[in-house]
């Protein structure tokens, strides 16, 4: 089990995602496999003016789906399941409180399933941060995204 800690800065806060996964290395295909396990996000801020009125974090997967354990020593062909496959984990908050650890852990892929990521520009394993807020009575939107897997 992988575990990503990446802290997005905006204009004096901070949200801080911690995304979970597995990753695989195939040495039969040469190959890297993932499986999309989940989220976490927060914010903090050392200034006292900032008020954070919604935050919205997604994790996206996307990309084609086998079977696992079979694909590790298999056949690419006799072991896809789907074609660009989908998954989001994702954690929209109105009003979150400072430093409170949100989760979306309710939308993992099971334990039988990984993904190849085929496709540099649809890989999936994206973190899209988008964070509303005020800051010495100023409001404010701003975004950020970022790829997990590696």
């Keep these: 089990m992988a575990i990503v800690e990446v802290p997005s800065t905006f ?3 901070t949200v801080t995602v911690r995304t979970y996964y597995a990753h695989y290395f ?3 295909h040469f190959l890297n496999f993932y499986r999309h396990a989940g989220i976490e996000a927060w914010w ?5 003016t900032v008020t954070v ?3 919205r974090v997604w994790y996206d997967t996307c990309r084609d789906l086998y079977k696992y354990p079979e694909v590790m020593d298999q ?3 006799s072991t896809k399941v789907q074609n660009d496959y989908f998954i989001r984990s994702s954690i929209e908050r109105s009003n979150p409180i400072k430093g409170t650890v949100y989760i979306d852990g309710s939308h993992t892929m099971p334990l039988n399933r990984v993904v190849l990521l085929t496709d540099y520009w649809n890989h999936g394993g994206l973190i ?6 005020s800051v010495n009575g100023k409001s404010r939107t701003d975004d ?5 897997y590696r």
């Design 11 to 13: 204009v004096d806060v």
């Design 44 to 48: 903090s801020s050392s200034n006292s």
């Design 53 to 55: 009125s919604n935050m």
């Design 144 to 148: 950020v995204s970022y790829y997990v």
């Design 26 to 28: 195939s040495t039969y």
């Design 75 to 77: 056949p690419l062909s």
């Design 128 to 133: 899209y941060i988008r964070l509303q807020y």
